[in-house]
């Protein structure tokens, strides 16, 4: 992984989407809509997030190889989020997290192509070999989208979670007869 601050995280542009890293600019666009009850109540914290949490936050990542977060761009537009976290490099694994604020890309085929281009980045060009997710069990949509991507369950956790692994060769299984309807 690169240690090069200015390229990191690195942009990244497949599926039609651009995974573009965070500038201070865009910080409070970012907070009200994850503060917005529609990208709230899916999130493990559920807590609102004030300016200063905000800039504390962002503060924390420009040394954090650990936790990796880009502005999902489409078709020239600001769409959501999208993370890596708790990046293990002697594990070669991350926790990878999005979301999407406007209404009119959630349930289409835009989510894939996000979520294959933030896969492809975890990788391909970061060279993990797992990605684990945590949904809430009451998330019937996150928990299906997880499994066309081929995510595994790994059983139900505490607190009405639910943990599920990503492994390189059921992600490309699961992403190829998908991807062919990708024309961005």
């Not at 090069?4 to 573009?20: A, M």
């Not at 990208?39 to 954090?64: C, T």
């Not at 492809?120 to 066309?148: C, P, Q, Y």
């Amino acid at each position: 992984m690169s240690n090069n601050k200015d390229t990191w995280p690195p942009k990244f542009e497949r599926y039609g989407v651009t995974l573009s890293p965070i500038e201070p600019e865009h910080l409070e666009m970012i907070r009200q809509w994850r503060n917005s009850p529609s990208i709230q109540q899916y999130m493990l914290d559920q807590r609102e997030i004030s300016q200063v949490q905000q800039q504390a936050w962002y503060s924390g990542l420009i040394k954090d190889k650990s936790r990796l977060y880009w502005l999902i761009i489409f078709k020239n537009t600001p769409i959501g989020v999208a993370s890596i976290l708790g990046v293990d490099e002697t594990r070669d694994s991350g926790e990878p997290g999005l979301y999407i604020y406007p209404e009119q890309y959630r349930s289409n085929i835009v989510p894939f192509c996000v979520a294959f281009a933030l896969n492809d980045m975890a990788f391909f060009e970061l060279g993990l070999k797992r990605l684990d997710a945590i949904v809430l069990s009451e998330n019937s949509a996150a928990l299906r989208f997880n499994v066309k991507c081929g995510y595994q369950q790994n059983g139900e956790q505490t607190k009405g979670q639910i943990g599920m692994t990503l492994k390189p060769d059921a992600y490309i299984a699961a992403r190829d007869p998908l991807a062919r309807f990708i024309r961005y």
